[in-house]
C-alpha cells in the first residue's frame, strides 16, 4: 500500500478502487443457501402472480354463474367455483392483490415510521423517550384483533381501516428495537466524533444512527409480511376487513367456511396462499438474516 | 535443557472467500522448563494464532496444514476431545489481554475460581475455598476471604488481571500463557502486573509463554524470545541476544522504532514503511524484502533459511549466508539502520496545502493565548436526586475534572499525562462543549466557550478539532472513506468545487492512499483509519487539535509514523496540539509541555524536558519510572508506587496521592497542598516536591 509515500503523492488522480467483493460474497452466500432461493422463488410468484393477476385469471372475480356454483376443480375451473358460481382461482389471485397491496404498505409505512420513531426516542432527550416508551407500550398491550373489533365497531369495516390498525400495531415493535440500537449507538465514539465536528442531531440521526439501525429491520420486515397478510385474513374472514363482493384470502376462507360440509375446496384455495406466501417471506427473512448479520458471519 | 512444548514445522491455513490466507508458515519453536518465553511481533504477524493452535482453539475456517505440537511428550494435534479438555484448563492455562471480556460477569470470584477445579473430585468444597483464597493471596490482594465474594464488575483493571492470573494458576499447570497481560492496563498497573508475574514464575519455576507487541514487557520479562513477522519465526534467542544483537533487520527495526527507545525530542522516529505482505499471495523470497532496509538481489528470490547467529540464536536472513550475506552486519546498536523516512515531496507538499477556497477566520479574530483554561471544574451525577435525598447524601456528584488551569500558545504542544480515572479525555470533551461543565472558564483566543448554545459554538468548531482514542471506532461505520473526510465541509456549509479533489490533497496531507477512498473504516488497518481520523480534524484547517490518545491501538512502526505526520502537520500549519495520553514515551517527542492529572486534579504542569528530566511529584516520578524499557540489562527490581487509582467518589483526605505515595509524611495526610510554582517555571501540587 503506502510503500512510498512520494509514489503516492507523484502519481495522477488515481482512480478509485472498485471492489464488489464484500458485496459479491454476500450475494454467493445467498445464492447457496437452499431454503432462501426457495423463499425467494415463493416471494416472486405471489409478486407476479398479484401484480398479473387482471391476465393471468380466467375470469371475471366477481362474475356470477349460479349453475355452476360450488363445483370441483377442473380444467374450467382450476379450483373449483364457490356457492355462487365464482371461479375461486380468479379470486384467489385477485385476493393476492389485496394481500400484496396490504402487505407492502402496511410494512414499508411501520418500517418507515417505526425508524423514525425509534431514533427520536433512542437520541433524543431522556423525557421524550419515557414518554414514547410509555405510548408504545399501550399500544402494544392491546391485542390487534380486539382493538380491530373496537374501532370497526364504531367507523365500520374498510381495507384502509385495516392497513390503519395494522402499522399502528406494529410501528411500537419496530421503534422499540430501533431505539435500543440507537441507545447502544448514542454513547460510541463515532456520534462523540460527529458532535465534536458541529454536526446537528438530524444530521447525526439521518446520517450516521440510520444505517447502523435498519440492516437487522429490514430483515424483521421481511418476516413480518406473513404476519401482516395474515392479520389482513383474519380481520376480512371475521367480516372487519375487505368487504364481501371484493376477493381476499381472508374473505375466500370465511365463505368456504360456511359451505365446508358441502365443498372443501374453498378454504383449501384460500388457505394454500397464504400458507405459501407465509413460509416464502419466512425463509427468505431468515436466509437475509443469515446472510447479513455478521455476528452469524464470523465463524469464529 | 528440558523443553515443555516443542513445535515443529507448524502450518496454519484460513479459509476465506478471498483465498486461503497462510497465516503461519514452518513455525519452529520451544519453550523450555520453568523458562519465560516471549513472542513478539506486531498485528498480524501470527503470534495469537500460535497460541491458539496451541491450545487447539483456531476458529472454525482453519486448517493446520503441518507440523507438529509436543507437549510433554504427547501429540497436541492428536488430541481428542476428552484429552483436550484434560489438556486446557489443567495443564495449560491462559492470561487473557482483557479481564473485563475473560472473566464472568455473573458470578463471583469464589463460584468462579470453584469451577476451575471441579475435575478434583475428591476435594470438598471448603478445601477448594480454601485453595482458592490462598491463591488470592498470593497474587497481592488483600482481604481474600472477602474479596473471594466479589463480582467482576467490583474489581478495578489492575485487580481483575491479578484474579486472572491466580485463576490461571489454581490447577498448577504445567505451561502458562499470557496473551498481552498488560496491554490493557495503565503504566502503573503495568509495573506491578509485571512485578507480580515474574515473582511468582521464580517462585513456582513455571513455565511462561508471554505474547506482546509490547518490547518493553518482553525485555523486562522474558529469558528467550521469538521475533514474528507475516506468520514466520524471524528470529530467536536469548532476550539479550535479542535486544543487544538483533541479526534480522525486522528485529533491529522494531527495536529502533520503539518510542520509549529514542530518547531525544524533535526528530523524526524511525518508521518501518509498508506493510505486511499478503499472507494469500506471499512473496517468492523474504517476507521482508519489501520493507527490509538491507535488502538485495538474493533475498527477492530465495526464502531464507533460519541461519545460525549464535548459541541457540537464529535468524531467518540472507545477511547471515556466510558467502553472499553482509559480515558487516549488524552495525553496533545506537546506529539507525532504517530509512529515515522521507519528507514530502514539494509537488506534493504543494498539492497538498493548496486548500479549497476557505479561510478560518470566521469567529478566531480575538486576542489572547490559543486556550485558556480557567479553574475547570465538571462534575457528574452520582446518583438520582430522590435516591441521594432518601440516603442523606448532600452532594450526590462526583467531580471528574476538578479546578484545571492551562494555558496553549499558537504552535505548541501540550501534553496530559495521568492513568485512566485520571480525567484528562473528560477535560478535552469539556473544553469542545461535549459534556457540561461545572464552573471556570475555557477561552479560545481570548473568547469564552462555556455557556455558548450548540449555534453559537458550531462556527467555532471549525477551528478546534478533537481526534478520538479508537482510530477505528470513531469513523461512522458505514460511511466510505470519501464521505467521511470531506462530511466537516457539508457540516459547515462549505461550498467545495471537487469534492474528490478536495478528499484527495486531505488523503495526500495525511499520506492515505487515494484508490481507498472507497473503503469503509473496518477495511481499513488501524494506521490508516487514525489517517483518516487526521484528515477530517484537519480538513478545515483548524487551529488547535485536541488528541486523544493519538497512538492508542497502534503498532509501535505505526505509532512512528502518526507521530511524525503530527509533527510535520504542526511545522506546516502551525497548529496548537493538545495530547491526551497514558504513554509517556510519546508524548516525550511531541509535547513542549506537560500537565500530569491525577483524580481530576493537574498535579504537575510545566516544561516537558524539565519534568522527564527531574520530575518533581512523587506522581510523576512514578510514571516516568513506570516505563517499561526495552532493555533487558535495566529491569526494575522494585515496583515504585503501590495500590490504584481510588475512586472518584472517595477522594482521600489531604494531599489525595498520599496512599500512593512512598514519601508520604503526615501533613500529607491531613492538609491538602495547594498548587505553588518552582523555580524553574514549573507549577507542583505537593508539601515536599522532589526537587526545586
Not at chain 2, 455558548?452 to 472513506?481: C, W
Request: proline content about 7%.
Amino acid at each position: 500500500m503506502s510503500a512510498n509515500p512520494s509514489d503516492i503523492a507523484a502519481a495522477p488522480l488515481a482512480p478509485v478502487e472498485r471492489r464488489f467483493s464484500a458485496r459479491r460474497e454476500k450475494l454467493l452466500s445467498f445464492l447457496q443457501n437452499g431454503q432462501g432461493m426457495f423463499g425467494l422463488t415463493l416471494v416472486l410468484l405471489f409478486f407476479a402472480s398479484a401484480i398479473f393477476a387482471p391476465w393471468i385469471a380466467p375470469y371475471d372475480p366477481n362474475a356470477l354463474d349460479i349453475p355452476a356454483r360450488m363445483q370441483g376443480p377442473s380444467w374450467a375451473h382450476l379450483a373449483g367455483t364457490d356457492q355462487l358460481g365464482r371461479d375461486t382461482f380468479s379470486r384467489v389471485l385477485y385476493g393476492g392483490r389485496v394481500a400484496l397491496k396490504i402487505a407492502a404498505i402496511g410494512v414499508s409505512a411501520s418500517l418507515a415510521l417505526g425508524i423514525v420513531l425509534g431514533i427520536i426516542a433512542g437520541y433524543g432527550p431522556r423525557w421524550l423517550d419515557s414518554l414514547m416508551l410509555l405510548a408504545f407500550d399501550t399500544v402494544r398491550a392491546f391485542p390487534v384483533i380486539v382493538l380491530a373489533l373496537a374501532v370497526v365497531a364504531v367507523t365500520g369495516p374498510s381495507l384502509e381501516l385495516v392497513l390503519i390498525i395494522i402499522i399502528v400495531t406494529s410501528v411500537p415493535g419496530y421503534a422499540r428495537l430501533v431505539r435500543t440500537s440507537t441507545l447502544a449507538l448514542k454513547n460510541t465514539e463515532f456520534i462523540t466524533a460527529e458532535q465534536s465536528l458541529g454536526a446537528s442531531t438530524w444530521r447525526i440521526m439521518a446520517k450516521h444512527i440510520m444505517p447502523n439501525v435498519v440492516g437487522p429491520l429490514l430483515i424483521l420486515g421481511a418476516m413480518d409480511v406473513p404476519v401482516v397478510v395474515t392479520v389482513e385474513a383474519g380481520l376480512s374472514f371475521l367480516g372487519l376487513g375487505v368487504l364481501p363482493p371484493q376477493a381476499s384470502w381472508g374473505t375466500i376462507l370465511n365463505e368456504g367456511y360456511l359451505v365446508i360440509r358441502e365443498t372443501p375446496w374453498l378454504v383449501v384455495a384460500g388457505g394454500i396462499p397464504l400458507v405459501l406466501t407465509t413460509l416464502g417471506f419466512t425463509f427468505l427473512g431468515e436466509a437475509l438474516r443469515d446472510v447479513l448479520d455478521p455476528r452469524l458471519r464470523k465463524g469464529r | 535443557m528440558d523443553t515443555q512444548l516443542a513445535i515443529r514445522d507448524l502450518s496454519v491455513d484460513f479459509r476465506t472467500p478471498g483465498g486461503r490466507v497462510h497465516a503461519l508458515r514452518h513455525i519452529d519453536l520451544d519453550v523450555p522448563k520453568g523458562k519465560i518465553l516471549g513472542i513478539v511481533g506486531e498485528s498480524g504477524s501470527g503470534k495469537s494464532t500460535v497460541i491458539w493452535t496451541v491450545l487447539r482453539l483456531l476458529a472454525g475456517n482453519a486448517v493446520v496444514t503441518g507440523g507438529k505440537i509436543d507437549f510433554g511428550g504427547k501429540d497436541v494435534l492428536g488430541f481428542d476431545e476428552a484429552a483436550l479438555r484434560a489438556y486446557r484448563g489443567e495443564e495449560v492455562s491462559v492470561i487473557f489481554q482483557d479481564p473485563m471480556t475473560s472473566q464472568i460477569p455473573v458470578l463471583t470470584y469464589g463460584q468462579q475460581m470453584l469451577d476451575i477445579l471441579y475435575r478434583r473430585r475428591n476435594l470438598s468444597v471448603a478445601e477448594k475455598r480454601k485453595l482458592a483464597i490462598a491463591m488470592m493471596r498470593r497474587v497481592g490482594i488483600a482481604d481474600p476471604e472477602m474479596r473471594i465474594r466479589s463480582y467482576p464488575h467490583q474489581f478495578s483493571g489492575g485487580m481483575r488481571q491479578r484474579i486472572s492470573i491466580a485463576m490461571a494458576l489454581m490447577m498448577d499447570p504445567f505451561l502458562l500463557i499470557a496473551d498481552e497481560p498488560t496491554t490493557a492496563l495503565d503504566v502503573t498497573m503495568e509495573a506491578q502486573i509485571m512485578h507480580l508475574m515474574r515473582s511468582l514464575q521464580a517462585e513456582l519455576q513455571a513455565t511462561l509463554v508471554v505474547v506482546s507487541h509490547n518490547l518493553g514487557l518482553i525485555a523486562q520479562l522474558c529469558d528467550e524470545v521469538v521475533v514474528m513477522y507475516a506468520g514466520e519465526v524471524v528470529e530467536r534467542g536469548d532476550v539479550r541476544q535479542i535486544f543487544y544483537d538483533a541479526q534480522h533487520p525486522y528485529t533491529r527495526a522494531l527495536i529502533e522504532c520503539d518510542p520509549a527507545r529514542v530518547l531525544e525530542r524533535s526528530r523524526l522516529l524511525p518508521t518501518i514503511a509498508g506493510d505486511l505482505p499478503d499472507l494469500r499471495d506471499l512473496p517468492a523470497g523474504c517476507v521482508f524484502a519489501a520493507r527490509c532496509p538491507k535488502v538485495f538481489d538474493m533475498c527477492l528470490t530465495v526464502a531464507p533459511p533460519l541461519y545460525v547467529a549464535g548459541a541457540r540464536h537464529d535468524a531467518r536472513c540472507h545477511l547471515l549466508h556466510p558467502q553472499k550475506g553482509d559480515p558487516g552486519w549488524p552495525p553496533p546498536i545506537g546506529e539507525i539502520t532504517l530509512y529515515e523516512p522521507d519528507p514530502p515531496s514539494r509537488e506534493a507538499a504543494e498539492f497538498a496545502s493548496t486548500p479549497v477556497a476557505l479561510k478560518s477566520g470566521t469567529a478566531a479574530s480575538g486576542q489572547g493565548p490559543m486556550l485558556k483554561v480557567d479553574s475547570l471544574r465538571v462534575r457528574f451525577r452520582s446518583m438520582g436526586a430522590l435516591r441521594a435525598r432518601l440516603a442523606g447524601v448532600a452532594d450526590p456528584f462526583v467531580d471528574a475534572v476538578r479546578n484545571i488551569s492551562f494555558e496553549l500558545e499558537r504552535g505548541e504542544t501540550l501534553g496530559v499525562v495521568g492513568e485512566s480515572g485520571s480525567g484528562k479525555t473528560t477535560a478535552a470533551r469539556a473544553i469542545l462543549g461535549l459534556v457540561k461543565t461545572h464552573s471556570g472558564s475555557v477561552a479560545y483566543r481570548g473568547r469564552e466557550l462555556t455557556g455558548l448554545s450548540a449555534a453559537a459554538f458550531k462556527p467555532l468548531r471549525r477551528d478546534m478539532a478533537m481526534m478520538f482514542q479508537d482510530p477505528v471506532g470513531s469513523l461512522s461505520p458505514r460511511q466510505t472513506v470519501l464521505s467521511l473526510v470531506t462530511e466537516p465541509f457539508d457540516i459547515h456549509r462549505v461550498p467545495v468545487d471537487d469534492r474528490y479533489r478536495e478528499a484527495e490533497r486531505l488523503c495526500d496531507m495525511v499520506r492515505f492512499p487515494r484508490n481507498f477512498l472507497s473503503r469503509y473504516p473496518h477495511e481499513l488497518s488501524g494506521g490508516q483509519a487514525r489517517r483518516v481520523g487526521v484528515a477530517r480534524a484537519l480538513a478545515l484547517q483548524p487551529q488547535l487539535i485536541l488528541a486523544d490518545e493519538p497512538t492508542a491501538g497502534l503498532d509501535v512502526s505505526v505509532q512512528g509514523e502518526i507521530l511524525n505526520l503530527m509533527g510535520e502537520l504542526q511545522r506546516t500549519h502551525g497548529l496548537s496540539y493538545m495530547i491526551i495520553t497514558h504513554n509517556l514515551p510519546v508524548v516525550r517527542h511531541i509535547a513542549d509541555r506537560l500537565a500530569i492529572m491525577y483524580l481530576g486534579r493537574i498535579v504537575e504542569y510545566g516544561n516537558c524536558d524539565r519534568i522527564f528530566a527531574r520530575p518533581a511529584h512523587p506522581y510523576t516520578e512514578a510514571l516516568v519510572k513506570g516505563i517499561p524499557r526495552p532493555d533487558p540489562e535495566k529491569r526494575r527490581s522494585l515496583v515504585s508506587i503501590e495500590g490504584e487509582v481510588p475512586s472518584l467518589a472517595r477522594r482521600p483526605p489531604g494531599c489525595e496521592f498520599h496512599p500512593r505515595c512512598p514519601y508520604a509524611q503526615d501533613r500529607c495526610r491531613t492538609e491538602e497542598p495547594l498548587d505553588r510554582p518552582l523555580d524553574d517555571g514549573r507549577l507542583i501540587r505537593c508539601h515536599f516536591p522532589l526537587t526545586g
